[in-house]
């Protein structure tokens, strides 16, 4: 059974950091396009990095401050998350895809159950 497991979520204050992990079982991680997705209350879905074959995507709000890695051989990804804003307060959720390339949102076959972050004085 494939599945995707986030840790690292927490309270950090505004200009902390925090490392989000995903770890894979089921699959190699290797073979998959792999993107965080969050979620914030009463707000669409945001897709804010993927990581495919060479290249990494982020988005505009995190470009600088989010770095996306992937440790193939541990099948874990990870999300690090510098100079948080308390815009990035949202549940952060790890997705996959078997694909070669960064996908839309909705392309990702395979969610985690999501980590809350929240970035609060």
């Known amino acids: 059974q494939l599945q995707l497991v986030e840790s690292g979520g927490g309270l950090v204050q505004p200009g902390g950091s925090l490392r989000l992990s995903c770890a894979a079982s089921?699959?190699?991680?290797?073979?998959?396009?792999i993107g965080w997705v969050r979620q914030a209350p009463g707000k669409e879905r945001e897709g804010v990095s993927c990581?495919?074959?060479?290249?990494?995507n982020y988005a505009d709000s995190v470009k600088g401050r989010f770095t996306i890695s992937r440790d193939n051989a541990n099948d874990t990804a990870y999300l690090q998350m510098n100079s948080l804003k308390p815009e990035d307060t949202a549940v952060y959720y790890c997705?996959?895809?078997?694909?070669?390339?960064?996908?839309?949102?909705?392309?990702?076959?395979?969610w985690g159950q999501g980590a809350q972050v929240t970035v609060s004085s």
């Open positions: 997705v996959a895809a078997r694909l070669f390339y960064c996908p839309p949102i909705n392309e990702y076959a395979y």
């Open positions: 089921g699959f190699t991680l290797g073979n998959y396009a």
């Open positions: 990581i495919s074959v060479g290249r990494t």
